[in-house]
Structures are given as structure tokens and as C-alpha cells.
């Protein structure tokens, strides 16, 4: 049977207790929201810790209010918040296609922020990494998909939420030791798959909050996997934009699960504003946003492959912000073939 | 009796699905017993190695470590066919797969446990690996078992000709070939493998498992722990699925008991979904080529199957998997002329076994696929050419299989028409396709395992004051409902409700013998044992009747708890009027029936695989849709018509059915055993794929009823055959949408997008240039 490790769980009532804890720990512990990531990777013996502190218990991070999401917030409570979704759609199919109902009455928001970054090597149990060789991430001297790095995790960045949430332009508010700090999403995530985010251990993801003028932008998120859940997204794209008249004023592109990060493309974006969004000039991001995506063999389709399937991502996405009827059918989304489709 | 039935054919659930969806039954895990240790195995992280030393003294003086067996404590080879008694209950002198046991620990806990397992020091010496089957074939420095010939890795070679398929390939109009590969694939029941061994105080032993292979489970302890049968018990837990995955006698069974009996308290071993991958005995991966000349007209004048399987580090039931992937490539149709040469090949990694649709699955869909090719080259619609080859009812096929009831046209037919066949094929736009497929299996297998004269399924019956019928069965129900079919049978001769019958299958001490649940076995032989049984019983309650009446026994129908006499509806007995009649200074009534498949066959070498007193014929139609941007496939809508003979319970045989296409649909779209190096990579139910909710599509499933003869009420298998149409009416209908023919399973993506962007790039572009034929 998988059983968890032995660890002690502490249940601290509010943020600043969860601090003083986490700073007790003198750094050996991990947060634990939902758990739908972090005890898998408990279970499979991957990077354990002897304390986790749940954050479960704390009301501060619960609740939504206009555009602030609270970090505790639950994907399911989310997905049922119709206000919420009034003002910002794109959630809608994001979060009907993430992961299972069963994951997301549990995730939480900030937990799938902080998803940590994936590879078919690493997502293992212990014996299996063991026999199939250790590798830098977790318990071993180099990496198994870029031979001979010794020193960078080429690990995919696999959360759905942060692309959508960065392309609204939302800005992240961290609680630390040293009090709050808040700044653009787009510039929390850093480095390579073990570094992931400028975060400090100890700091706690309080509050996403999403900008009202996000309320105008129309944004798409199109994410490539085999099966429409369960699967981690394969490759994705997040796509928002100002349109002014037939023109591009603003656009905004994330690039999601091809790095350890998901891509902020501000140089794409910034070079096709003012662009009309026909098929010419679709085509000309598409080729951009694709040359931009260089994804590695840590995932199970061929690298190549999901590049391709960047353009078409980007493609489907610039065309449903088009407002085209059939932006691109995605399988299992034509009518007829959902089976109990989102209530 | 009557003609009309009352009990079978009606829509029943389960009689055990009361407790299944209560949680109230005991599968593997829920078995509980005072002062039990937790077992944890010692696994090889090395493909194939020589065992130099192990050192388990650090192990032992963990505190709550109880008791550690190795290789030095049982030295008897055991495995599902006498002729392959080839596995260990902990490897001996050398380990043959990632994966293979080492050494087995019981502890107060599983984390102590854990802890003792990777206290045990293991030093080997490397040996050469081998993960390829094409050098299997030739001698190698070590072999992965002694005893193989020629010091080669190949475990079987079959070679079969009748007639002249040489001549036949001369004769043939068309001859199209095809080559195709296919990776291994699982079963993914959902109960992992739980086993509970108990070492009686009188010095027996009983072991706690779901196995579908109770019978075969208690031979290979009986020689493994050197104790005669009768000291051991075997009891078949709750079986949460096993689709051939649970059909095997498994090392860590023995591990268990071996532990047990060292240290005298109760042993659990409970696997993780990575063990039931490691452990395995799914489909076997490999190559199949066929070729089949056809006449102008479309008549079948030959099939030439070459099969090469990659059996996996030991035998299991890979014997008779070689003889399947060549020997049902004859049926539904008829082949004058039939050559097969298989072979079936060792390699380090976890081994193969029988899993639905055992064997006939690969070569089937490679078979299925080169006669589409066929009739696309003489330009004849698929379906109309299938009818026109099909085997008649009460036939023989060329390798001498007695076909008895066929419902095969029936099948065929319904789904043409039903799927609309004729107004789409040749119609649908790029991108959207139509294909059919169809199967043939063996609704039991004729010739028994170990060839006794024993019956291969008896059935008890008591009967007391009480009324209630208790059935007595070693028929292993794994959710397939074969306690069902008994009741059934029971209830139907005795003119009972269901509620009067309790089945009894899973105590190998009060249980007649039984040989399982696999080659689709269970509803043909036990339901007929059942049967058999209940006639008996009706006899003593006719005779009763009789006594109380004076009208004579043979007249008397059995219906709603009474005796009503057939030519004068006037004289009625009750049910317990009769019984308490038919007790009187005798007690408790009692009956046995029992099943033997009757002698068929040829007499050629390799004769008697595949015989079976019946099979089952059936036939698929599928849609395919292919995202032209991306190259996803999904299956929108498919049909499945199966004849199953009769359908004692339709509930039951349509969730076999869907069940079929679900595995079906997997094994085409996304199934697969993933490999580094010798190592399965994907031993987890997120990367090892099978379908989800979206992915799975419409079904329209089909029952066919061509009444069998000897079948009980006419009842054939609906288990396994099924799955069979299901992989190439995917395969054609791909074909049919954008002119890709997927040699290889699963179909991915990656190659239907590379076919797409080729064909993007083209003159023709996205247009049907192939099939423009064939309606
Ligand atoms: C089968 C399966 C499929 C999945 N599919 C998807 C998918 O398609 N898309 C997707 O995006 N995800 C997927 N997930 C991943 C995961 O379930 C979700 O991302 C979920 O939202 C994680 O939230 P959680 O609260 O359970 O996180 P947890 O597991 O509790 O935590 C995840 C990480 O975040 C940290 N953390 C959590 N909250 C805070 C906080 N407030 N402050 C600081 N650190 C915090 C934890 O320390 C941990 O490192 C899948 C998971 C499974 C098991
Ligand atoms: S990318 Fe390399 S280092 Fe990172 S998890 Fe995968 S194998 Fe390990």
C-alpha cells in the first residue's frame, strides 16, 4: 500500500501563527493547503519534509471579494462562484477542465499557484526512481532528461490557474517574516524546475488579486492533453487582449507547461499590438508564441509535438478571442459527447 | 420444461451487488484477522542479475521486524501450465525483471516493515539484459532460464499448415500484407492485489486472496509449501475486477504463506498500484504479419499469420498465448487454406499473461485491418465481403474447431443497419470515419489445464426445511456474475424467485472443484453444472409431488413456488409442500451436477488449443472524428453486437460488452506500457492511460441470441469476446477518415498529425482520395 511518511502536522488558526511556526522549523517543512499535490509527491518519498503546517485553518485566506481571491480558496468554490465567473469567463472552462470535481473540492487556489513543476522521471515512487535512475530534482546527482545538467531541473510548470491569472494582469500578496509583500504574477515565477518562484520558504500566497479593468479583456485559455481530466495540461496557452475597433490595443501571452515556468511573452505581445486579429496576423503569433516555446522530454508526448501543438493552442485562442463560434474543436468538448457536462 | 422462460432473460442485478455497493463485502483488503503482520517485498531494482549474497541481519534486528523469507526458504518452481513451471515464490539464484521478489518481510507495521526492506542488503553480479524480442530468438550468452533450447531466449515456437498457402497466395487477385506492433498493455482492475495468509492452529494453512484461479492457487501452494492439498484452504476474497490479471498463481501468494508459516500469526500484504505493473501478466506486446489472398469476388482463399510475443521474464500462460495469437485468426470467417508460425520470447521485464480477450486481441485487429485493405482493393464494401466469407452454424474450421450456433450474419447485419452503415460509408467529410470489425472467441476452453477426467466445473445443492437453495461453487466470481448465472440457473429450474438462492463460491473446503474464472469458462460450464444440479433436485420434488398427488412426477411444471401439473393446471403442490414431502425420513435434500466439455478436435500437434464447446461470434461498427489540427482520435458513437448465445441476464452481458469497449477503446487510443531500458516508466494510473468519462462514446450495444445448443438455456460467453471487433472497426474507421492505417497501437497523436501536415502539404490536400470505392 502507499502510505505517507511520518511527519508531524501542525494546525496553526491564522497567518501569522503559521509563521511563527514555519520559522520554528528552521526551514524543514512544507505548507499544506488541499494536499493534492503535495502528499502525492509525499506518498512517492519525494523531497519530504518532518513537519507540514497546514493552512486549512485559516480564515484569512478564505473568501473572494470583486477580484481578490484569498489563497485557501478552493478551486470548487470557485468553480461555483457565479459572480466570479460573470466577471472573468475565461475561468469558467479553465477550472470545468482542471484536473477532476474530486481534486477540486480540495485544491485551493494558491496550491495550484504553486503546483510543483513535473517530469516523468521525478513523478515516481521510490523504488521506481530507483530503478529507473535518481535524478537532481529529488535524490540525485543530474538530471535525466538534459544528460549531464548538474545543476538546472528542466521539470514542467504544470498548474492551470497561473497563466489565466497572469494574463488578467493579477498581482500575488505573500505574508513573511518580514510582513507583506504584493507584486505582479507574472513576475513571481523564476529559475529553473527547483528554484520556480522569487517565494521565500516561509512566506504564505494570501490573496491573488485580478485588476477590474481584466473585466473588458477577452481571454481564452486552451490547454493540450490526451484525456480531459485528470491530465496535467501537456502543453497550454493563455491569451488576453483590448481590441480597439479591429486592432490589437493590448495583448497579453503566457506560453504554460512547455518550462519550468509558465512563459510570460511580453516581446510576442508587445510586437503584434496594433495588428488586426485575421488569419495573417493570427498566423504570425502563432509562429512567434511557437518559437518561443521550447519544451523538453519531461512530459510523455514528444517534445516536438507539443511545440507544434503551441501554434495550435495559440491559434484556438486568438481565434476564440476573435469571437469565432468554433474556435477549434477541442475532443470530447463537441455537443453530444459530454457526459454530464458542467452543471 | 416449458419453453417460456421465467427467470431467464430478465434484466437482474447482480446477486452480490447488494454488498458491493453497500461496502459491505470483503475484497482482499477488508480480511482482518487478530495479531496480523504486514508484509513489505524486497524487489529487484536490476533486470536480470546473478544473487550473490543477501544479508537480511540488519533487517532482523530492526525492533517489530518479525520474520524474513528469501529464495532459501522454498525451492519448488511453480506456474499456471504444468508444462512452464517456471516462477519462484522469492527468486533463487538470479532475478529476471525490475520487479521480481527477493525477499519478503513481515512486520507489527507496514512503515517497519518498509524500514526492513531497505535494511536488506542484496549483492549481485550484473547479467546481460535482454528487452528485445528480435534477439530472443537467437542464442545469447546467459539465457533468462536454463531450460530454454538452444540457448535462446525463445520459450514457444508453433508452426502450423493446412493446405497450401503458398498456392493460395499464387491465386489470390489481391494479397494484401500488413506488419504491426503492439506495446503491452494492463489490466488496471481497481482492487490492487491483498492477500491475508493464516496458519491454522491445527497446522493448516489458509490464504485470503482475489483470485480468479482459486484451484490453481491451491495446486502451487500445495507444491511450493510442500503440504498436501488437503492442509491448505484456499478462500477467494471479494474480487474488485481482474480481466485475467488475477489469473495466475502469484509469487507473493506463496510469500505469505511461507512468511506465516515461519512465525505462526496471520501475514497481509497489501500491493500499490506500481506492484500490480510490476507484477503484471497483462497483454503481451509484439509483431504480428498477416497476409490474406483474396479472390476477385472477395473469397478468403488463405491467411499466412507470423506472431512473435514478448512474454516477459517467465511463462504464466504465454504457452497458449502463442497458440492464440495465430490459431482464432480463422474465425468468424472461413479459410480453406491456414499457415501460423508463432513464437513466444523471454525478456527481462515484467511478465505477460492472459488478459480479455487472451491472445486473440493483436492478431485480430492485424487481420481485421488487412481484410478492410482487401476490400478497398477490389473495391467491395467491407461489410458485404465479410458476409460473404463468414463460417456457417454447426461447421468446422480448417484447424478442426467445432463451430456450433453463429449468430455472425445476425451480428454483422444489425450493425450495419443500425449504424446507418450504408448512407455513411463513403460519405462523411474528411475527418470523419466509419469502420467495422469483427471477433470470434472460445466460450470456455474444452481441454482443462491439467488433464484429468475430474470435471472442469461441479455444482452442489442443499436444500433443508428452510426452503433457501445454498449453491456450492468454486466458480470465481471477479464481478462477472457467475454466482449470478448460478442463481439464475437454479432459480429458473426450480421455478423460484431469486431471493431463494444463496451461492456459496469462495471456501475451497466446502466449495467441488472448479478451474476458475478465464478462457471465458464460467457461464457455459458452471451454469450448465447448475443447471444439471437443479434438474436433479426437480426430480426429487416431481417425485413428491407425485407421492402427495397421485398424478405422475413427469407431468409436474415448476413455476412461482409451485408444482402445477401440465396437462391438468388444476393440481397444484406448493414449493414447500412438495419439499417438506421430499424430506420426510430423508433429510435434507442434496445434488450435485457437474460439466465436461465432450471430446472434439484434430489430431495434429497443437490440436487442442483453442477448442471450446462453443463460441462467440460478434461484430462492431465505430465513428472515428480525427481534430485535424491537432491529431487527437476520439470514438464519438460505436456498435457492438455480440452473440452470446442467450443472454440469461441482458444487464449483465451489456455491462460485459461496455466493459469491452472501454478496454477496447484503450487499448486503441491510449494504453500503454511504457519501458526505459528494461524498466516500465509509467506504473501509475495518471501516465498509464485508460480512458476517461469524455473520452468514452456513445454505445449501442447489441444482443445477439443464436441459442446454442449445449450451452445452459443456449448461453454462450459475453466476457471477453467483445472487445475483440472494437480495436479494428477503430483502426478502419481511421482509415476511413483521413487514409492513415495505424500499425501500431495505441494511436498517437504525434503520427496522425505528422500524417495530417504531409497530407496539408500535399496537392490534394484535405480530400478522400482512398476508399473512393467500396460504396
Ligand atoms: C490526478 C491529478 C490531476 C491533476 N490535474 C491537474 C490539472 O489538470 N491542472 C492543474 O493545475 N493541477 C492539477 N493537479 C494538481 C493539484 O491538484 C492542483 O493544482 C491543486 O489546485 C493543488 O492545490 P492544493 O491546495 O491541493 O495544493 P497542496 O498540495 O496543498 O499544495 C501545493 C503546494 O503549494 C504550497 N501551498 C499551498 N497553499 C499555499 C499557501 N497559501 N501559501 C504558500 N504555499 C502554499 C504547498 O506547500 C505545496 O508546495 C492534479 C492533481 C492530481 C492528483
Ligand atoms: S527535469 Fe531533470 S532534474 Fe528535473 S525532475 Fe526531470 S529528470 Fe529530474
Redesign the pocket.
Known amino acids: 500500500m502507499m502510505i505517507l511518511p511520518e511527519f508531524e502536522l501542525l494546525r496553526p488558526r491564522s497567518v501569522d501563527e503559521a509563521i511563527a511556526a514555519a520559522r520554528g522549523a528552521s526551514g524543514r517543512f ?11 509527491n509525499y506518498k512517492w518519498g519525494i523531497n519530504t519534509e518532518p513537519t507540514v503546517i497546514s ?1 486549512r485553518h485559516i480564515a484569512d ?1 478564505r473568501g473572494r471579494d470583486g477580484g481578490r481571491v484569498g ?2 480558496v478552493t ?1 470548487g468554490e470557485l468553480e461555483r462562484d457565479a459572480d466570479f465567473l460573470h466577471d472573468y469567463p475565461v475561468f469558467e472552462r479553465t477550472l470545468d477542465r ?3 470535481p474530486l ?1 477540486r473540492q ?3 487556489v ?3 499557484l ?3 513543476t513535473r517530469c516523468i522521471w521525478l513523478n515516481q515512487s521510490e523504488f521506481a526512481r530507483q530503478a529507473l535512475g535518481n535524478c537532481l530534482k529529488a535524490d540525485g546527482p543530474e538530471c535525466r532528461v538534459v544528460k549531464g545538467s548538474t545543476d538546472y531541473c528542466y521539470a514542467n510548470y ?4 497561473a497563466p489565466v491569472f497572469m494574463v488578467l494582469g493579477a498581482t500575488i500578496t505573500l505574508a513573511g517574516p518580514d510582513g507583506q509583500r504584493t507584486m505582479p504574477l507574472r513576475e513571481f515565477f523564476v529559475g529553473d524546475g527547483i528554484e520556480r518562484f522569487v517565494k521565500k520558504k516561509e512566506e ?2 494570501v490573496s491573488i488579486d485580478i485588476p477590474s479593468d481584466a473585466k473588458t479583456l477577452r481571454a481564452s485559455y486552451q490547454k493540450f492533453r490526451v484525456r480531459e481530466a ?4 501537456e502543453l497550454a496557452v493563455a491569451a488576453a487582449a483590448r481590441m480597439d475597433g479591429d486592432r490589437i490595443a493590448e495583448l497579453f501571452l503566457v506560453a504554460n507547461a512547455v518550462s519550468t515556468i509558465p512563459l510570460w511573452l511580453d516581446d510576442v505581445a508587445q510586437k503584434h499590438v496594433g495588428a488586426t486579429l485575421d488569419d495573417a496576423s493570427i498566423e504570425e503569433i502563432v509562429a512567434d508564441v511557437m518559437k518561443a516555446s521550447k519544451p523538453v522530454r519531461a512530459t510523455l508526448l514528444p517534445p516536438t509535438y507539443r511545440k507544434q501543438m503551441v501554434g495550435v493552442m495559440t491559434r484556438r485562442a486568438l481565434r476564440e478571442i476573435r469571437g469565432d463560434a468554433d474556435a477549434g474543436a477541442q475532443p470530447g468538448t463537441q455537443p453530444g459527447t459530454q457526459p454530464g457536462a458542467a452543471a | 420444461m416449458t419453453q417460456g422462460f421465467k427467470v431467464v432473460g430478465r434484466r437482474l442485478p447482480l446477486v452480490d451487488s447488494w454488498k458491493k455497493v453497500t461496502g459491505a463485502a470483503v475484497y482482499g483488503d477488508d480480511v482482518r484477522f487478530p495479531n496480523t503482520l504486514i508484509c513489505r517485498l524486497l524487489r529487484s531494482t536490476l533486470p536480470h542479475a546473478r544473487i550473490l549474497r543477501i544479508d537480511t541481519s540488519a533487517a532482523e534486528a530492526i525492533p517489530g521486524v518479525r520474520a524474513i523469507v528469501t529464495g532459501a526458504d522454498a525451492s519448488a518452481r511453480f506456474g499456471v501450465l504444468p508444462i512452464s513451471q517456471d516462477e519462484e515464490a522469492l527468486a533463487i539464484e538470479k532475478v529476471r525483471y525490475v520487479g521480481d521478489i527477493v525477499a519478503a518481510v513481515a512486520a507489527d507495521d507496514e512503515e517497519t516493515a518498509r524500514q526492513g526492506v531497505a535494511a536488506i542488503e542484496v549483492v549481485y553480479e550484473r547479467l546481460p539484459d535482454y528487452f528485445d524480442i528480435d534477439e530472443g530468438l537467437d542464442p545469447v550468452e546467459e539465457p533468462i532460464h536454463a531450460w530454454t533450447r538452444d540457448g535462446s531466449n525463445c520459450q514457444k515456437r508453433v508452426d502450423q499448415h493446412f493446405g497450401d498457402v503458398d498456392a493460395a497466395l499464387d491465386a489470390g487477385k489481391v494479397k494484401p500484407q500488413g506488419h504491426f506492433s503492439f506495446i503491452g498493455v494492463g489490466h488496471a482492475f481497481t482492487e490492487p492485489h491483498s492477500v491475508t495468509a493464516v496458519p491454522e492452529p491445527d497446522g493448516r494453512m489458509t490464504l485470503y486472496t482475489p483470485t480468479q484461479v482459486p484451484h490453481y492457487v491451491h495446486r502451487a501452494l500445495a507444491k511450493v509449501l510442500e503440504m498436501p492439498m488437503h492442509r491448505i484452504k484456499v478462500f477467494r476474497t471479494a474480487v474488485g475486477g481482474g480481466f485475467g490479471g488475477k489469473s495466475d498463481p502469484f509469487p507473493h501468494e506463496m510469500a505469505v504463506c511461507l512468511l506465516a508459516r515461519k512465525i505462526q500469526r496471520p501475514i497481509r500484504l497489501t500491493f500499490d498500484r506500481e506492484e500490480i505493473f510490476l507484477t503484471n501478466r497483462g497483454r503481451h506486446p509484439g509483431i504480428v504479419d498477416v497476409q490474406i489472398p483474396v479472390s476477385e469476388d472477395g473469397k478468403i482463399l488463405a491467411m499466412d499469420v507470423n506472431a512473435v510475443i514478448d512474454g516477459g521474464a517467465f511463462g504464466s500462460f504465454g504457452v497458449v498465448t502463442t497458440y492464440y495469437n495465430g490459431i482464432f485468426s480463422q474465425g468468424p470467417y472461413k479459410v480453406p487454406e491456414f499457415r501460423y508460425s508463432g513464437r513466444r520470447v523471454y525478456t527481462n521485464k515484467a511478465p505477460c499473461g492472459a488478459m480479455r480477450g487472451h491472445g486473440a486481441v493483436n492478431a485480430r485487429y492485424a487481420i481485421e485491418s488487412v481484410l478492410d485493405m482487401a476490400a478497398e482493393e477490389l473495391n467491395l464494401d467491407p461489410i458485404e465481403m465479410r458476409l460473404d466469407n463468414v463460417l456457417e452454424p454447426y461447421s468446422k474450421t480448417t484447424n478442426e474447431f467445432r463451430i456450433t450456433s453463429n449468430g455472425i450474419v445476425e451480428c454483422l447485419e444489425r450493425c450495419r443497419d443500425e449504424s446507418e452503415w450504408p448512407s455513411k460509408k463513403g460519405n462523411l467529410p474528411f475527418g470523419k470515419g466509419i469502420g467495422v470489425g469483427c471477433g470470434f472467441f472460445i466460450s470456455g476452453s474444452a481441454l482443462p489445464i491439467h488433464q484429468t477426467r475430474t470435471p472442469q466445473s461441479t455444482v452442489h445443492l442443499q436444500i433443508d426445511v428452510d426452503g433457501g437453495v445454498t449453491a456450492h461453487s468454486m466458480g470465481a466470481e471477479i464481478g462477472q456474475g457467475s454466482d449470478t448465472v448460478i442463481a439464475i440457473a437454479v432459480a429458473e429450474v426450480l421455478g423460484l424467485t431469486m431471493d431463494f438462492i444463496r451461492v456459496r463460491s469462495d471456501d475451497s473446503d466446502t466449495a467441488p472443484l472448479d478451474l476458475g474464472a478465464y478462457s471465458s469458462r464460467g457461464c457455459f460450464m458452471i451454469g450448465n453444472a447448475a443447471r444439471e444440479a437443479a434438474l436433479v433436485i426437480r426430480k426429487k420434488l416431481s417425485r413428491a409431488a407425485e407421492r402427495l398427488s397421485g398424478h405422475p412426477a413427469d407431468d409436474f411444471d415448476f413455476e412461482d413456488a409451485k408444482l402445477i401439473a401440465l396437462s391438468d393446471p388444476s393440481i397444484v403442490i406448493s414449493y414447500f409442500e412438495a419439499l417438506t414431502e421430499a424430506l420426510a425420513d430423508n433429510g435434507a435434500l442434496i445434488a450435485k451436477g457437474w460439466y465436461q466439455s465432450p471430446r472434439m478436435g484434430g489430431s495434429f500437434k497443437g490440436a487442442g488449443a483453442g477448442l471450446a464447446p462453443a463460441y462467440s461470434f460478434n461484430a462492431s461498427v465505430a465513428e472515428v472524428d480525427v481534430d485535424l489540427e491537432t491529431g487527437l482520435v476520439t470514438c464519438p458513437r460505436i456498435w457492438l453486437a455480440h452473440d452470446c448465445g442467450r443472454a440469461l441476464n441482458p444487464l449483465a452481458v451489456e455491462g460485459q460488452i461496455e466493459g469491452c469497449i472501454h478496454m477496447g477503446l484503450g487499448q486503441a487510443l491510449m494504453e500503454e506500457m511504457r519501458y526505459s531500458k528494461g524498466r516500465i516508466s509509467n506504473p501509475h494510473l ?1 501516465d498509464y492511460k485508460i480512458l476517461g468519462p469524455f473520452e468514452t462514446p456513445e454505445m449501442h450495444v447489441l444482443i445477439v441470441e443464436s441459442e446454442d445448443k449445449e450451452g445452459p438455456f443456449g448461453a454462450k460467453e459475453s466476457g471477453e469476446g467483445p472487445l475483440l471487433p472494437v480495436l479494428p472497426a477503430i483502426g478502419n474507421a481511421l482509415y476511413n477518415a483521413i487514409g492513415y492505417r495505424a500499425y501500431d497501437l495505441p494511436i498517437r497523436p504525434e503520427k496522425v498529425f505528422a500524417h495530417l501536415e504531409k497530407m496539408r502539404k500535399s496537392e490534394t490536400g484535405f480530400s478522400k482520395t482512398w476508399e473512393t470505392n467500396g460504396r
Open positions: 512544507d505548507y499544506l493547503a488541499g494536499g493534492t499535490d503535495l502528499l502525492c493552512l485566506l489563497g485557501g478551486l482542471l484536473a477532476s481534486i480540495t485544491g485551493t494558491a496550491g495550484n504553486l503546483v510543483d504544470s498548474g492551470d490557474m504564505i500566497v485528470w491530465d496535467f495540461p | 495518471l
